[in-house]
């Protein structure tokens, strides 16, 4: 089963050329040598040697065009990473999308009181470095929908009287400009329509983070500021696996939960039921029921980007 | 020059060992004042390095950009550098296309500026990246290269391409002059027309790169390539006059004073067309104001007691003001020392207008409304200066090469030093 979505989510069109297949030769032998080499020296607990490792980092290929045992050894690799640097056990999976699953977000404006639940525990669930958030709650004037009129730092008791709470995260466009502009296409919108970074790909240029409308792209300037002893273990290679410096990040709808059927983080956490997760193709589910039934709206929709995160209210 | 001769070395049917050991020991052969010179251009690039280094091992942490202003000083030096290498066209047109035999002798000087400018704007860039370790994720074919969808990899292809166009055709001609013989129309002249419309093409390209983006309203103008190419037939021409009339200082290379007025000139009309395009910016953005004016009013006139930026620009139109001006008047142009301050006004001004005033307004409010200030740190700053050095030090010892071979004064081994361009005029 696993292999078979494997296959799908291979790029058909990058695959059987021969200057490919001849990297790829070399990159193995490069691996069984990594390998080798780490099973001779002094065999260190978490397997693996540092020099093999820095080598098959480097060499480490673009994530649609990985065969199955490279993805495990790059998982294996990822593992031994974060033991080496946080001294912390994690699972890194690459699950892939369900078929027939597209997800989408609405987030129910009257009910948002403005706790900020939602934004502390994306920060837990995806290994936030501590400085980046992927959630930002804006505190809006009633009567007003500008977004540069709105707080983005707002401070004390919510709500406040007058105003109401607009929670922006990544709208996962169906049309994302950041996927245009990656020059070398570390950045794409996966089956299940939610748009992701290949860490170990990504340049640093940051053009998707001038191309992006709604500002939900994060850099890392430096190392991440990830305290070891609140590293969240489940994790996954296209989301919360712990980033390296000099790339861009964003929020990815809790691929390691929602693609196990969970809701993300952010949902769970809402104490105020504002957020509403859920299966676009599936006609039952209640995001479906939210877009059938609500009059609801997108954050510049004017611009093309046909965001899958729609803002609705009550009545 | 010596990074461009080994690919060059099968086409070219010259003692091609004996052409690279003349041309190592022009460059490191010059009197006080040119090792003071090239000392300073190293100790830059040296101070440049280590700051980069610094860069390297702790990130782009040391710079002041933010998420909020995700690009910063590298990226608009990097702007007006594609400029400047385009520039080079305002020589190469009149020597090629117009045969003017004046304009022919310094055309060379002009390749070398556009490739000093290309490599600059290369670093800029490089340096701007957050994992320059994975550079080769650009190469097709083992990387994986998004052309054409995205603009970056235009430019990559662009920029790239005219560097290659360009030490093509300075190499060939400078070959041929150091064998003592013309270099042959029809080899040349093909790669010339072609790197004439490449110029255009590598600005174009810079400008859709920002005006691509239509989240950021203040790139998103149809106007930004004019523009751009525009302002950089300011900023170019004004080096150049600068640079040749150094040249002409220092070494017996002949500059025609009719080179120079055609710069001038240029220059000139350049500036009125840019001050016109800013005008009718200016209008449209202003007339009436539009939540995507927001950018424009932090520029000129700040954003809720935001106003980093203000002085430079006004100081900016003020320099371009002054220079149109003194170019436009001309008996004040017909003064060597007016319009040579002219050309330091463009230069300065064309620098900040298409720089720090263009890149850095783009992230100001960002898309979501934030209003976070920027401006360069020492590192940036010191950066930057590294990389300018190493530009400066590209074209001192390219030059530095070329002049005696332009001059006849150098020539291969039995071929007769006669010929000398610079004794005819």
């Known amino acids: ?315 | 020059m010596s990074e461009a001769m080994p690919e060059q070395q099968t086409r070219a049917p010259l003692p091609f060992g004996r052409f690279l050991l003349d041309g190592l020991r022009q460059m490191l052969r010059g009197n006080a004042a040119y090792w003071a010179w090239v000392t300073l251009l190293l100790a830059l690039i040296g101070i440049g390095g280590w700051y980069y280094y610094l860069q390297l091992s702790q990130g782009l942490v040391t710079t002041n950009m933010t998420n909020q202003v995700s690009w910063g000083f590298y990226i608009a030096n990097f702007t007006f550098l594609v400029g400047v290498a385009a520039a080079a066209v305002m020589l190469a047109i009149p020597a090629y296309i117009f045969h003017r035999d004046d304009i022919k002798t310094v055309v060379l000087m002009g390749d070398t500026m556009a490739i000093s400018a290309v490599i600059m704007a290369i670093l800029f860039v490089v340096v701007d990246l957050g994992r320059p370790d994975r550079i080769w994720h650009l190469l097709p074919g083992i990387g994986r290269f998004n052309f054409p969808e995205s603009m970056l990899a235009w430019d990559v292809v662009v920029l790239n391409g005219y560097l290659l166009l360009n030490l093509v055709i300075s190499f060939y001609i400078i070959s041929c002059h150091y064998r003592g013989c013309e270099p042959k129309l029809r080899f040349y002249f093909p790669f010339v027309v072609v790197a004439i419309f490449w110029a255009i093409s590598i600005h174009t390209v810079t400008a859709f790169l920002f005006s691509a983006n239509h989240g950021r309203e203040y790139w998103h103008h149809a106007i930004l390539a004019p523009r751009f190419i525009a302002s950089a037939f300011c900023s170019g021409p004004a080096l150049m006059i600068l640079g040749l009339q150094i040249i002409r200082r220092i070494s017996n290379y002949p500059i025609p004073w009719s080179v120079i007025n055609h710069l001038a000139i240029v220059m000139t009309v350049s500036l009125q067309i840019t001050l016109f395009f800013v005008a009718a910016e200016l209008f449209t953005e202003f007339y009436n104001e539009s939540e995507g004016a927001m950018s424009g009013h932090y520029l000129f006139l700040g954003l809720n007691g935001h106003d980093a930026l203000v002085p430079w620009i006004w100081s900016a139109l003020a320099m371009l003001g002054v220079a149109t001006l003194i170019g436009t008047i001309h008996p004040l142009r017909r003064k060597v020392m007016l319009l040579n301050i002219a050309c330091v006004l463009t230069v300065i001004g064309v620098w900040i207008e298409k720089g720090m005033g263009f890149v850095i307004p783009g992230f100001v409010p960002s898309t979501i409304g934030e209003i976070h200030e920027y401006a360069p740190n020492l590192h940036e700053v010191m950066v930057s200066l590294g990389i300018w050095g190493i530009g400066l030090l590209i074209f001192t010892l390219m030059a530095k090469a070329a002049i005696p071979i332009e001059c006849g004064e150098l020539r291969a081994p039995g071929v007769k030093a006669g010929k000398n361009i610079c004794a005819t005029d």
């Open chain 1, 1 to 315: 089963m696993s292999d078979k979505s494997n296959d799908q989510r291979r790029d058909p069109g990058a695959d059987p050329q021969p200057t490919d297949l001849a990297r790829r030769r070399f990159l193995q032998r490069l691996g069984v040598t990594a390998l080798a080499a780490g099973a001779t020296a002094s065999a260190p607990a978490w397997g693996g040697s540092t020099l093999g490792d820095a080598f098959a980092d480097f060499f480490q290929d673009h994530y649609q065009r990985m065969d199955a045992d490279e993805v495990k050894e790059t998982l294996a690799r990822i593992e031994r990473k974060a033991k080496r640097r946080y001294g912390v056990d994690i699972d890194c999976k690459d699950t892939p999308a369900i078929p027939g699953v597209v997800f989408g977000y609405a987030i129910n404006i009257s009910k948002c009181r403005g706790y900020r639940d939602c934004v502390h525990a994306c920060v837990e669930e995806n290994n936030l470095s501590r400085d980046t958030q992927y959630i930002r709650v804006v505190e809006m004037h009633h009567g007003s929908l500008n977004l540069h009129e709105g707080d983005h730092y707002y401070q004390g008791t919510v709500p406040e009287p007058g105003k109401y709470y607009l929670p922006m995260q990544c709208m996962q466009c169906d049309n994302p400009p950041c996927v245009k502009a990656c020059p070398v296409e570390a950045t794409w919108m996966e089956q299940d329509g939610v748009v992701v970074v290949d860490y170990d790909w990504c340049i640093g240029c940051r053009y998707c983070m001038a191309a992006c409308p709604y500002q939900a792209r994060h850099f890392n300037w430096g190392d991440p500021d990830l305290p070891p002893g609140e590293i969240n273990p489940d994790t996954h290679f296209l989301g919360n696996r712990p980033r390296p410096k000099g790339v861009v990040e964003k929020c990815h709808f809790c691929l390691q939960r929602t693609r196990e059927g969970r809701m993300p983080a952010c949902q769970e956490a809402c104490p105020t039921g504002a957020r509403i997760f859920g299966n676009l193709l599936d006609p039952n589910s209640e995001i479906r029921y939210v877009l059938e039934n609500r009059a609801v709206f997108r954050l510049k929709e004017e611009l093309g980007t046909e965001p899958k995160f729609w803002y609705f209210r009550d009545v």
